[in-house]
């Protein structure tokens, strides 16, 4: 089953159906159009209905890849989410068994909204031990359930969605093989991202006794820093690993974090702000489903072609980073 790349070869994705448009933030909350939009470009975010959990997201966008790939099978499940339906046990079986995948390997990836990179290089990563020869990659959260009703800094910028990637064993050569990934972290910075309750430092029965916090909480300000920074030189690393210059880059598909993060991330890079593919304006942050939303949308709306040199960014809490080159193969989103 050895191969010498993972090669993407399919994709999908999805939204629950309910949008929030910012006017409809600003009649619960002291919050207005016009500074979401100038803050973030963000005008609109999907929310899941309250009776969904992760994983219902994560079977419709792991149902479409499939069917983009043109699989009704796969060696195993890797789901990146921090919104998991349960403390324990990990999504992805689950997943997995919705799918009617059988007893495949399932197991979630933890990065927050770098999910989506590194799970893609754990998946590239069974594929290069010759533990799979195909991999279904899901990026899959719902905010909502651990955002805080009355915090107009996080409500205005999370969405709920789900996007996923079909890996499968192939040849380093070929259009949609990965470059081996760029992936760093930086702990010291926990506490800028952060649920502090529901984990072991903090469990929830501290919650049942009225103490500790639930909700997630972003020290905003400190992060778009760390965020431009880090997106920028993993994607410049990560090119380099393909052997390109900035300038070869054609599409940067970064994290829909803010739209100034990604003006500021192309700038850094000395690439032109055109070429990084804007998504955020209708979904917001959705996460870990961020980069293959966006991905899906891309190439939907004609700015994502096959041949485009195209790097994947994303940031998150962690705090986390990563950064993978993929030449863009004849996909059809699902
Ligand atoms: O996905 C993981 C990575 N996440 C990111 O990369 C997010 C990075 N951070 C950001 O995108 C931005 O920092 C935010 C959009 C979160 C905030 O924008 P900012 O320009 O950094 O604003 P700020 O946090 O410095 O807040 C400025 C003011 C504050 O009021 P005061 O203290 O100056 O009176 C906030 O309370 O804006 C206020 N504010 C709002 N006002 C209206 C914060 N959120 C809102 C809001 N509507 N939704």
Redesign the pocket.
């Known amino acids: 089953m050895s191969a010498d790349a993972a090669v993407l070869c399919g994709l999908g994705t999805w939204l629950p159906p309910h949008a929030v448009t910012n006017a409809d933030l600003a009649r619960e909350l002291?919050?207005?159009d016009d500074?979401?939009r100038s803050?973030?470009g963000i005008g609109t975010r999907h929310v899941a209905d309250p009776s969904m959990a992760t994983s219902d997201l994560a079977v419709e966008a792991g149902q479409r890849a499939l069917k983009s790939a043109g699989r009704e099978a796969v060696d195993a499940v890797v789901l990146a989410t921090t919104t998991p339906d349960h403390p324990c046990p990990a999504t992805a079986p689950l997943v997995a068994d919705r799918l009617g995948l059988g007893t495949v390997a399932a197991f979630d990836v933890g990065a927050?909204?770098t999910g989506f990179l590194y799970a893609l290089a754990a998946g590239a990563g069974l594929i290069a031990a010759g533990a799979a020869g195909s991999v279904l990659v899901i990026g899959a959260d719902v905010y909502s359930s651990i955002l805080d009703p009355a915090d107009?800094?996080t409500r205005?910028?999370f969405g709920d969605g789900a996007g996923a990637v079909v890996l499968r064993a192939g040849r380093a050569d070929e259009p949609g093989a990965l470059v081996p990934p760029v992936l760093g972290s930086d702990g010291s910075g926990s506490a800028l991202?952060i649920v502090r309750a529901g984990g072991s430092r903090e469990p929830l029965h501290t919650l049942a006794a009225g103490r500790g916090d639930p909700y997630f909480r972003?020290a905003?300000?400190a992060?778009?820093r760390n965020?431009v920074e880090r997106m920028a030189d993993a994607s410049l690393t990560a090119a380099r690993r393909a052997g390109w210059a900035a300038d070869d880059i054609d599409r940067l598909v970064a994290?829909q974090?803010?739209l100034r993060?990604l003006h500021a991330v192309a700038d850094r890079m000395r690439v032109p702000r055109e070429r990084c593919p804007v998504h955020l304006d209708q979904v917001g942050?959705t996460?870990a489903a961020s980069v293959p939303l966006a991905l899906a949308h891309a190439v939907a709306t004609g700015r994502l072609e096959s041949g485009h040199r195209t790097v994947l960014t994303a940031?998150?809490?962690g705090l986390t980073w990563g950064a993978c080159a993929v030449r863009w193969p004849e996909i059809t989103p699902a």
């Open positions: 002291d919050t207005s500074w979401i803050r973030t927050v909204c107009r800094s205005a910028i991202i972003m905003g300000k992060v778009f965020a994290h974090a803010n993060i942050n996460a940031f998150g809490g």
